[in-house]
């Protein structure tokens, strides 16, 4: 028991960021791996099984999709006769739609690097460790903080007049607000007491890529005009 | 007298020499022969031999990431089978599809197969994204896992749109054109990433062989090991992590 080196303990990490668990080990009890009152299962069946249906489930209901529905096929391609418009596949429209309202370097290169550079820096990003929700705690300038930043994206859009990320952005700016003092209030309004800021932002992002998305694929015609979905077809 | 079920038959094929060679635990339904399943078995064992019961739950995962994955393995299958109708050649390409069409037995099928199942793979790994964001399941120890999770949303996206070229249709030509259009738009490097993806300066058949190595196989290669990675480092990580549980207020506590 003498032989063990002497416990050294790490000064200076911030416990919020970096939880760390010391164990105190009394010589006369053998430490316990682990305990935990958790129910543990057998993967198989449990799992196994599950995982198998799940398999069958996705393969039938692909199947019946694949009999009920053609994959498009057009015309072979011609470089000299240019459709109007011209679309990417859905999961770009979004992206195409932007290139009506931004220049190409924006809205194809800046607005897609950053939102994948913002999805990988998640994780490493050390805020709001404890997960506490927006307002709590919240001292008396976050609310002006958060009025004045919200405030500036939208105002951003505007002015190119994208507003199928303006008024989105001013929606869940609003929501923010109505989640405030909320505590009191009916079930939604309390819902919403509990969410971060991440939670908001990811909320955000998911609101405004599915609208343009949307927008882009149903609501374009000819020179990116406006247009019903029923006046004309979509393919995928 | 013996009775010839179905399943004394099969009881009586899983006792025998060469099958025991291949699956060596036995027949009897002990917790042993049931870890046995999982450990003795390449495929199986990224699996622990015991799971949380919790993780089971629909709520936990959505089974999102196992649609996904679901989705993967169809396509390899389906994309080897179109792959031996297909002709990466103009304006033979074009032509592969109406023979798809028309010609070869349930060709039209595998078709749309391959391709319901390429548009439900986006769309699933999205939201299994949004499962783990929303469950804080990206942090610490996950948070590699997260980084390999984003690449293989490029990977799959990637895949996705080379495939869209394929056809050799106006909606394939025009939607890759538009796509790569905005590549051009990249500084510095924009104008040469896209003469170095089309093999030149318009959506030719250079391209379309470009598309097709890519599609069928640098990218597959690159989504199945970053799936290996990926399924591999979940269990690593310490199994799936379900919905926050510390809860917050006081009145929450169970
Ligand atoms: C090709 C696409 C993908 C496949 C096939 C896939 C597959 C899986 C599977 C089967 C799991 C096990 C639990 C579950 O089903 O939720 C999982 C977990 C996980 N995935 Fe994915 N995934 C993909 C894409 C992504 C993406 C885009 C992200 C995030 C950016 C991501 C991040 C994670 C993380 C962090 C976990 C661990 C979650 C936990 O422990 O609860 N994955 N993935």
Same mark, same amino acid.
């Given at each position: 028991?003498? $032989? ?16 760390r ?22 993967t ?11 398999? &069958? ?38 992206? &195409? ?13 800046l ?17 709001? &460790? ?10 008396? &300038? ?45 079930r ?7 969410? $971060? ?12 890529? $599915?609208?343009? $998305? ?23 | ?12 094929? *899983? ?24 450990f ?8 622990p031999?015991?799971v *949380? ?14 649609? @996904? ?17 297909? /002709?990466?050649?103009v304006?033979? @390409? ?10 070869v037995?349930?060709g ?10 390429? /548009?439900?793979?986006v769309?699933?790994?999205?939201? /299994? ?5 929303? /469950? ?5 120890? *996950? ?14 996206l ?5 495939g ?12 890759v054109?538009v ?13 040469k ?19 097709y190595?890519?599609?069928c ?11 290996s ?6 269990r ?17 506590? *169970?």
């Open positions: 028991m003498s $032989t063990l080196p002497p416990i050294e303990l790490v000064e200076g990490v911030d416990p919020v960021a970096t939880p668990r010391i164990a105190l080990v009394r010589p006369d009890r053998r430490p316990a791996v682990r305990t935990t009152d958790e129910k543990y299962v057998m198989f069946p449990n799992l196994i099984l599950r995982e198998v249906i799940l398999f &069958q489930l996705v393969v039938i209901g692909l199947a019946l999709a694949a009999i009920l529905f053609d994959a498009p096929l057009e015309g072979i391609a011609n470089p000299l006769e240019t459709p109007n418009p011209a679309k990417a596949p859905w999961y770009f429209l979004g992206l &195409q739609e932007l290139l009506h309202y931004f220049p190409p370097v924006v809205a194809g290169v607005m897609p690097a950053l939102v994948v550079i913002a999805l990988v820096v998640i994780p490493y990003a050390r805020i709001n &460790q404890t997960a506490g929700p927006l307002w709590e705690g919240a001292g008396p &300038q976050r609310p002006l903080t958060l009025a004045a930043a919200g405030g500036a994206v939208v105002a951003l859009f505007a002015a190119f007049r994208c507003w199928p990320i303006a008024v989105p952005t001013a929606g869940v700016l609003l929501a923010m607000f109505a989640a405030r003092g909320g505590a009191g209030a009916g939604v309004r309390r819902a919403l007491t509990k969410v $971060t800021l991440p939670e908001w932002i990811m909320v955000w992002f998911a609101i405004v890529a $599915t609208i343009l $998305t949307v927008i882009g694929t149903f609501f374009r015609g000819p020179g990116w005009s406006f247009v019903w979905p029923w006046t004309r077809a979509v393919a995928f | 007298m013996t009775t010839l079920s179905l399943d004394s038959v099969f009881r009586r094929l *899983r006792d025998t020499d060469a099958w025991r060679s291949v699956v060596r635990h036995g027949t009897a339904s002990t917790n042993r022969n049931r870890s046995l399943v999982v003795e078995n390449l495929f199986l064992h990224v699996h031999v015991k *949380r019961e919790k993780t089971l739950r629909f709520t936990h995962t959505y089974w999102l990431g196992g649609i @996904a994955l679901a989705c993967a393995l169809i396509l390899v299958a389906t994309g080897v089978l179109l792959m031996f109708y297909y /002709h990466p050649s304006p033979q @390409a074009y032509r592969d599809m109406k023979e798809l069409e028309f010609v037995d349930n039209l099928f595998l078709r749309n197969m391959h391709r319901w199942a390429a /548009h439900l793979m769309f699933a790994t999205f939201l /299994h994204m949004m499962r783990v964001f929303f /469950h804080r399941a990206y942090r610490p120890p *996950r948070q590699f896992n997260w980084v390999v999770g984003v690449v293989l949303l490029c990977v799959t990637l895949l996705s749109y080379t869209y070229l394929l056809p050799w249709d106006q909606l394939a030509f025009w939607g054109s796509g790569t259009n905005m590549a051009k738009e990249a500084p510095l490097v924009g104008e990433a896209r003469f170095l993806l089309l093999g030149g300066n318009i959506v030719s058949e250079n391209a379309l062989l470009r598309f190595v890519l599609h196989v640098v990218l597959p290669v690159a989504l199945l090991l970053m799936l990675v990926h399924i591999w480092r979940v690593k990580d310490g199994g799936v992590q379900g919905p926050p549980e510390a809860p917050r207020g006081k009145e929450e506590v *169970r």
